[in-house]
């Protein structure tokens, strides 16, 4: 009975979810225990704020966050397609057969899933502007921030493209069944800040061609624009360096005093004629800057910035061309940043914030969100985050598969006729899993507020014919038509120009389809006792 009360369990969770799939989907408000509130349709973001007590619910949500993890969107589907395999394999328990069997069932369905996706996947050129503006579309497309879809794209995109470098040590023969060698290397989270500032309108928002940082200069005196300037990044403090241990000096004559404070400025002062040797204009670090060095950097025209965050030293790092040193007396020449081309202190809001911009081949960038309220700038940060990821997941492995449901309806359909050629008592199972990818289509049109019934059924009846061409035929021509999630109409999605990524579907199915299993492995719950306190 362990195994029914767990189905329950994941329908409760997948019902959740259900709503905020497709185009048309609903937002939820999450109230957290601290009385913050989250308004967001970003199924993994939802699933985090759930207070969830069943052991299962809990391991359904740990799915989305593996898959936020991985891939960066389908987080939606995941569950809705694991609750769904679970649904469809309770009369299947109801009528004896045993859950393991199931299990071999649902793992054969998978490898002919991956089969079917493989053959219909369809390769993609990553420098071609207008198809990744449609693939990027297709994931923001659901999210809240789809009125200012184009923006929303070009941003994610632009801030994409700039991070993405050639890795260095790249094996010629990569192949799908490694993953992890990868031609480019993107590292979004490092390299592509996302600054949310209040205020303003969304269609401020904009990509930087460089990165800004929100500090004020040290001295009111520096300069506050300089074109082309020389950028010396450090991370040493250049005031007074204090001895490790403590020490304790007993003066006792007055000149010996001056003495000392005179070695400490005569430190400070070296400390910075070295760095103005090099003559840079602006000085980061990341570190204090005294007030006597202040003086000696402002005296010789140079702006400095102190306590700047060890990872905004590295997007400086990254988008100037610097290198961050560790002390002063080895800095050299190829050290210092001149590929940044202006730099400006801009007061937006009430914050003064130093923009380093227009960096040619910038290799990190800054994107500005503005918005009304806190809770818009949150979600579209989570939108425009899931935007990212679906570029990079496509320059990682640049294979679409047609969205819209359209995948999964074809999947659906190669599984019942496979399933005809399965023997025995697995049979049943494999369909159930054929029968399950319906549950993508279904809910699209579901939220559209269509007849779902015959939607989902001409929707079949097009990919039967489809597939049953094909196989007289011989050939294998995917076919296309899924629901047009705005609409509910069924459309060819080649025309619809609506794709995802291979890996973000794959992925999807994939997750489901193994916790589905596990899941179903369970025949018993069986809680841990406390120890009892004497």
Known sequence: QAQLSNITAARAVADIIRTTLGPRSMLKMLLDPMGGVVITNDGNC????????????????????AQDEEVGDGTTSVIILAGEMLILS??????????????????????????????????????????????????????????????MVEMALAAVL????????????????????HKMEVDIKRYAKVEKIPGGEIT?????????????????????????????????P??????????????????????MLRMEEEYVENMCMEIIAFQPDIVITEKGVSDLAQHYLAKANITAFRRLRKTDNNRVARAAGATIVSRTDEIQESDIGTGCGLFEMKKIGDEWFCFLDECNEPKACTVILRGGSKDVLNEIERNLHDAMEVVRNVIYDPKLLP????????????????????????????????????VIPRTLAQNCGVSVIRSVTQLRAKHAAAYDENASKGETTPCNWGINGISGVLVDMEELGIWEPFSVKVQTIKTAIESACMILRIDDIVSGSKKSVQ
């Not at 700039?162 to 890795?167: D, G, I, Q």
């Not at 094996?171 to 799908?176: D, F, I, L, Q, R």
């Not at 928002?205 to 460089?210: A, D, E, I, N, Y």
């Not at 359209?406 to 050629?421: D, I, P, Q, W």
């Open 238 to 259: 250049l005031e007074y360096k204090k001895g490790e241990s403590q020490t304790n000096v007993e003066i006792t004559n007055t000149e010996d005093w001056n003495t």
């Open 162 to 181: 700039t991070v993405a470098r050639p890795k260095a040590n790249t094996p010629s023969n990569t192949s799908a069944a490694n993953p992890y060698n």
């Open 403 to 438: 969205g819209g449901g359209a995948t999964e309806m074809a999947v659906s359909m190669g599984l019942r006729r496979a399933g005809l050629k399965v023997e025995g008592v697995q049979q049943r199972p494999f369909m159930a899993v054929g029968e399950a990818m319906e």
């Open 204 to 236: 401020d928002s904009c990509v930087l061609k460089g990165v800004m940082f929100n500090k004020d200069t040290t001295h009111s005196q520096m300069r506050r624009r300089i074109e082309k300037p020389r950028i010396l990044l450090l991370d040493c």
């Open 90 to 151: 309770e009369p299947l328990i109801h009528d004896r057969i045993h859950p393991t069997v199931i299990v071999q069932g649902y793992n054969r369905a998978l490898q002919e899933a991956l089969e079917i996706c493989e053959r219909m996947s369809k390769k993609v050129d990553i420098y071609d502007q207008d198809l990744m503006k449609k693939l990027v579309q297709s994931s923001i497309g659901t999210k809240f921030s789809s009125r200012w879809n184009d923006k």
């Open 46 to 65: 939802i699933l985090r704020e759930v207070d969830v007590s069943h052991p299962t619910a809990k391991s359904m949500i740990e799915l989305s966050r």
